[in-house]
């Protein structure tokens, strides 16, 4: 069938006012809705004029601004609007990834060959421990740290013939620390709640793999066990105070009394204060002053167990090359006493340390230990020379030897190899 030629021509002039009838109808919507945009967007303006002569907030206006001055230009379609939308889009998915908190890891790794008195040498490699932690700022107002570890013994040869580094199970991945703490409080004090490294002396709240020797000094093994004095409570911690030439810090903790060594595993309460001061000499030269008290109960065994601490430290860090030169001088001294069921032991101990960064790799160091613990064994003598090289931030390598010598009795040897390697935003952290 043929069309007449003209009748096409009337289709064609019918259908394209039609066409442009239905492209302009969304421009004339388009066209509204920018001009109500406007309109609004003159109104607050207005309005922010306003507020900002009365001295009064305004945000919640000023938001509001800002949000339809990016609705208007998307609006008449503003390629850098979407591109900001998309943007911002993108960003929020990666703001998520800050919910997650800051993992880090680290390994310790010894070797040793030790020469025990009276018996066979022994050879041993072992995982010493692999420390997992993870730290998050909670809320504007709380922070967390929690550790998880996984450790083995480390004997070091005539340490254990009078029992003064006790025995603790091993193995298995255990919370060393679990605890949240709070900033910006009233007054500056510090709180935490959780299970924490408690504040006593100059190292039982750092971390094994971060002390200056592979070991801890006999007189924290005998009176806070193996581990270090480790509790669940609280802990309340004074602003610092600036009372003479020195400063001053104020510390209370009240734990559940599960130590073992202390408390015997009791579930009473246990008491802990620390006083400290600090002066800074000149020279780029510190000293620090600080003493410490225990007190526990466990009701079950009759048991009543007190320890009383003082330490001092002194460092020296020439201006401008701390990471070249450092001298360290520490020494602490435990007094403790349990009483079990009416029958009173003593002991007492402590340690002197030097340590000396001869360059931005290398450490020196040598402790010299002495302790008298619980019960009629003998004193016991320990020496400890060390040098520590740092491959790099990542890797520590340490060589140390042990000198055990109880009273009376014969020497015994220990040659230590350590290897600590750590990953993560919080590496080698102390505690």
Known sequence: MRIPFGFMLLLVGLAAPMTAQERGQPADTLKAEIERLKARLDSLERVL??????????????????????????????????????????????????????ISVTGDFVGSFAAPAGTENERRAIPREFEFSFQSALDPYTRTKIFVTREEELDIAGTTADGTAAEEEHGGFEIEEGYLYWVGLP????????????????????HTHALFEVD????????????????TGLSLASPTLALGPATQTLAVEVTQATNETLFADGNDLSLLGRFQSFWDVGGGSYVQLGASAVWGENDEILLDSRVLGTDLAFRWVPRGRARFRELLIKS???????????????????????????????????????????????????????VSWWQSEWVRIRLQYNLVKPRGLEASHTALLQVVWAMGPHKHETY
């Open 49 to 102: 004029e306003r507020l900002t002569r009365g001295g009064s907030d305004t945000t919640p206006v000023a938001n509001e601004l800002a949000a339809l001055r990016d609705a208007a230009r998307r609006a008449a379609g503003d390629p850098a609007a979407r591109a900001d939308t998309a943007a911002g889009q993108e960003s929020r998915t990666r703001n998520l990834q800050l919910l997650n908190p800051e």
């Open 216 to 231: 801890r000094p006999l007189a924290a093994v005998a009176f806070l066990g193996e581990d270090g004095l480790i509790q």
């Open 332 to 386: 602490e001294w435990y007094v403790a006493r349990q009483e079990i069921d009416g029958v009173v032991e003593t002991g007492h101990g402590g340690y002197g340390q030097v340590n000396y960064r001869s360059g931005p790799r290398w450490v020196l160091g040598v402790r010299a230990d002495y302790v008298d613990g619980y019960g009629s064994g003998p004193s016991i003598v320990q020496v400890v020379p060390s």
């Open 187 to 206: 007054g500056a004090l510090g709180l935490k709640a959780g299970k924490f490294r408690q504040d006593i002396g100059l190292y039982n709240r750092w």
